[in-house]
């Protein structure tokens, strides 16, 4: 059976090829975009969700590989609320996620704060790599 190994903290990790490893199967999904901030003064206005990470999935040669970087892209920032007339600000992108100059997804775009709604949201922040090794 294939060895899954799954990465999904932000930041960088090692994979290193198991024994007899020829391919691999990689799924690479970037972080999420964090939702725009809001206003609270209350009244009809939304603000806008961050938008989902891109995502790869590939089968890579590997027989030459020993070790390949891991990168794993951070769910984006939700943005600032305001209490006031002025709009929310809007939630920072999410980051890229790789596996080394393989393959990699994008991450998705923060949303636009809005005025007059209740509270600013938190991003999603699930994101990640996933590799099966696949012995061929």
């Not at 609270?40 to 590997?62: H, K, N």
């Amino acid at each position: 059976p294939p060895t899954i190994q799954t990465f999904t903290s932000s930041g960088t990790a090692t994979w290193n090829r198991p024994t007899g490893c020829k391919t691999v199967k990689v799924t690479v999904v970037g972080g999420g975009g964090g939702a725009g901030g809001a206003n609270s003064q209350g009244g009809s206005y939304t603000t806008q969700g961050g938008g989902g990470g891109g995502a790869a999935i590939e089968y890579i040669d590997v027989t030459s590989t020993s070790s390949a970087t891991v990168t794993i892209g951070a769910g984006g920032s939700g943005g600032t609320g305001s209490n006031g007339a002025s709009i929310g600000s809007a939630g920072s992108s999410g980051g890229t996620s790789s596996f080394a100059s393989f393959c990699s997804a994008s991450g998705g775009s923060g949303g636009a704060g809005e005025p007059e709604q209740a509270m600013a949201m938190a991003p999603v922040d699930q994101q990640t790599v996933v590799l099966a090794a696949v012995q061929r």
